[in-house]
């Protein structure tokens, strides 16, 4: 096979995109025609190129320091029946699932829900409005009395971001909710990562909700583009619900993402875009600026 001679093309610029697509718009500013803001107020332009991430060595250094991880796929099951919990906890397991979430009141019937199930091998986790008894339990506890900070749904990135590390400080896990924008998402958990790095909490769990949309269509496209951008991004695990509440698909697209992408491990696939790194740059910097 003949050996690429990319020398053959042509070099490229900000400036010289900036000429064509002046003549395209003739003659309106690109700068002012082309650009637009996302869900964090934040301006994005048409265009990125090295220019734009000559100053980000900090974020360079930081992400090629630290460990990759292997992501997990967890399952949310809420616990009213013993036996019928403990149904769809196996079959969540057999699946492919890493982890279930129990959404659980009574811890007396929290023992016969995980009959069967060998707790040394998966994450089990716990979500509950009051105390429940945990021993035995290897994933994070309690979302409202426990060691796990549960953010709810917030819309506003920087909000999210925010709340993230402003209230973190005494938990091990995170429980957030992704963005339906998929670079977004992939810069909001970036940033994440690195204001939690500056505070000496790498080791943070990041766990990520795929939201609900109200159109059951829509939702086939979501879990996949969410779900990739939430691991591209470094979410510790990810939970993929549908619209129709069926569990088998939501494994299904798991397991293909992880089997068949081969991104089945986080090592920051996305240092080099331009875009992503700008905008990451730009998430940190807005945050930063709101702590203060």
Same mark, same amino acid.
Do not use: A, D
């Given at each position: 096979m003949k050996e690429l001679n990319l020398n053959i093309f042509p070099s490229v610029s900000k400036e010289k995109w900036k000429q064509l697509a002046e003549k395209q718009l003739k003659g309106a500013d690109p700068s002012a025609k082309l650009t637009w803001l996302n869900a964090a107020k934040i301006e994005i332009e048409a265009y990125y190129d090295q220019e734009d991430t000559a100053n980000l060595k900090y974020l360079h250094d930081f992400f090629s320091q630290i460990n990759s991880h292997k992501w997990k796929l967890y399952e949310e099951v809420q616990v009213l029946n013993a036996k019928q919990a403990n149904e769809k906890i196996l079959k969540a397991l057999m699946g492919g699932c890493d982890g279930i979430i129990l959404k659980v009141e009574d811890d007396q019937i929290l023992g016969p829900a995980l009959e069967g199930v060998d707790r040394t091998i998966c994450d089990i986790s716990l979500i509950s409005s009051k105390e429940v008894d945990s021993v035995g339990l290897n994933g994070f506890k309690n979302t409202? !009395?426990? !060691?796990? *900070?549960?953010l709810g749904q917030k819309d506003d990135p920087i909000d999210q971001l925010v709340s993230s590390v402003s209230k973190i400080s005494n938990h091990s896990y995170l429980y957030r909710y992704a963005f339906k924008d998929f670079f977004l998402e992939i810069a909001s958990i970036r940033a994440l990562r690195f204001l939690l790095g500056t505070k000496g909490l790498s080791n943070i769990h990041i766990h990520t909700q795929i939201r609900i949309h109200e159109s059951t269509e829509h939702q086939w496209f979501l879990n996949t583009s969410s779900a990739i951008a939430s691991i591209l991004g470094g979410s510790h695990s990810i939970d993929l619900p549908t619209a129709m509440g069926d569990s088998r698909i939501s494994r299904n697209v798991g !397991? *293909?993402?992880? %089997? %068949?992408?081969g991104i089945n491990e986080y090592s920051d696939q996305c240092r080099g875009s331009f875009y992503i790194e700008a905008l990451t740059d730009k998430i940190v910097n807005e945050v930063n600026s709101k702590l203060k």
């Open positions: 409202v !009395n426990g !060691n796990c *900070l549960y !397991n *293909l993402i992880r %089997e %068949e992408s």
